[in-house]
């Protein structure tokens, strides 16, 4: 039994649309979930109810702060148990043309995408087409040999020593790479940061590389194979690569905002086909609700490669990084750090007692012209999911934050 969407307005005029779900249960393997769901329809419309104060205060801040009301996209979509209990819009997807988020609405989703991808190298190792202790020029011969050996699993969890973007101009990219290949000539040169194994260094690049493996153990195009075995079997109709060229329905415009002169721009041209893999997805909420269901439910990969997928990588001398194989493994201490400013103390500690009893994992997602939260407590008895969107390279959806606590709270026994 399903209940139907509401629609409603904030003082801004713009659409916001709410469901409360009693609704089939994201993935497509379902049936395989509990069908009796720990969080009653009263409880979600009572977590809603304390989110949307604390989210009203937040948009109250942006507005006051850019002079300007509704001036920004944002998006959030909420799961328990897989099923979607809550989705809302605020805001513009395109301000030049007065056009609302809407739940279609399609956000860069940034690094969210190495989570993406970590699905395709689970399903290939369960395939045994792919080994995660092998070297990487098993797969990829024509990535140069380095100092040291170099694994998948090494360069899957940030333990490899290749190095991140190197200034604002990679990151701000404007070039085409017509190739996974050749997007690699970014970097294959250069000498790796550390020995591999020994110390965590965050690296989207070593995407790129991870993306060519794909490549190699599939016999398919990057692209091509997270669209067939990825997307369409999780049901993700609205994530697609952030291709320029092409014509994509419900893809937002990109802003970012200048604090200093308060003023709201058009984020700079850039083309994401230097990092497919670590960064170059569009997608939406509900979308990652989607996948985060097809994850846990056997759609995608077994329970027992989920938990490998999950699970924190060590240094050689021991020492747990808090990352996995796409997946950060303490999130919830890691994006309490940067939201301590964004709420009231009061409000921050009661945010920060619920968040730090739980195992979050998940990841966050910075793009040009994009920002992205997408968290999963596995560990609460509902099984929560949240995933929120910006399309601002300066406005961070931490209200995720806060809504994932109230939802985990409430769920718990």
């Known amino acids: 039994m399903g209940v139907g969407l509401r629609f409603f307005h ?12 009693v ?3 994201v993935g497509a393997h379902a049936k395989t979930q509990k069908d009796d769901c720990s969080l009653s329809r009263k409880e979600a419309k009572t977590a809603i109810k304390r989110s949307e104060r604390l989210m009203q205060e937040f948009l109250n801040d942006i507005d006051e702060k850019m002079d300007a009301e509704g001036a920004y996209g944002f998006s959030l979509a909420v799961a328990v148990c897989g099923r979607p209990v809550w989705t809302e819009t605020f805001g513009h997807a395109d301000l030049e043309n007065d056009k609302p ?3 279609r609405t399609k956000f860069r989703v940034g690094s969210v995408s190495k989570t993406m991808t970590s ?18 020029q098993d797969y990829v011969p024509s990535f140069p040999k380095k100092a040291h050996p170099i694994t998948v699993r090494q ?3 940030h333990l490899a020593g290749i ?11 404007a070039g085409r790479y017509d190739t996974v290949l050749a997007s690699l000539d970014i970097f294959a040169d250069d ?24 490549e190699a153990a599939s016999g398919e195009d990057f ?6 075995h990825i997307f369409t079997p999780a049901g993700m109709k609205n994530t697609v690569a952030d291709k320029n060229a092409e014509i994509i329905p419900d893809r937002t415009r990109f802003y970012h905002f200048d604090e200093e002169s308060g003023g709201n721009f058009n984020a700079p041209y850039v083309d994401l086909s230097n990092k497919w893999a670590g960064g170059g997805f569009l997608s939406t909420p509900t979308d990652l609700l989607k996948f985060a269901g097809a994850m846990r439910d056997g759609t995608l990969v077994s329970p027992e490669t989920f938990s490998v997928l999950t699970t924190s990588q060590t240094t050689d001398g021991g020492e747990a990084t808090g990352y996995g194989i796409g997946w950060f493994t303490n999130f919830g201490p890691r994006e309490l750090r940067r939201a301590r400013s964004a709420f009231p103390e009061a409000v921050f500690d009661r945010v920060e007692e619920i968040v730090s009893d739980e195992v979050i994992i998940g990841h966050s997602g910075g793009s040009v012209g994009g920002l992205t939260l997408f968290l999963m407590a596995p560990g609460s008895d509902g099984v929560v999911t949240v995933a929120a969107t910006s399309n601002n390279s300066e406005l961070y959806p931490l209200f995720a934050l806060p809504v994932a606590a109230e939802f985990i709270e409430l769920a718990k026994p």
């Open 101 to 103: 988020v809407t739940e």
């Open 223 to 228: 692209l091509d194979y997270m669209q067939k």
């Open 191 to 214: 000498p790796l940061v550390n020995e591999p194994g020994s110390e965590y260094s965050y690296s989207s690049y070593g995407w790129n590389l991870l993306s060519a493996v794909v």
């Open 119 to 136: 699905a395709a190298l689970g399903k290939l190792v369960e395939q045994g087409r792919l080994d995660l202790d092998a070297k990487v």
């Open 10 to 21: 904030r003082p801004t005029g713009v659409a916001l649309a709410v469901a409360l779900a």
């Open 163 to 173: 190095r991140h973007y190197d200034n604002d101009e990679e990151y701000y990219s």
């Open 155 to 157: 360069v899957a969890g």
């Open 23 to 25: 609704a089939a249960p």
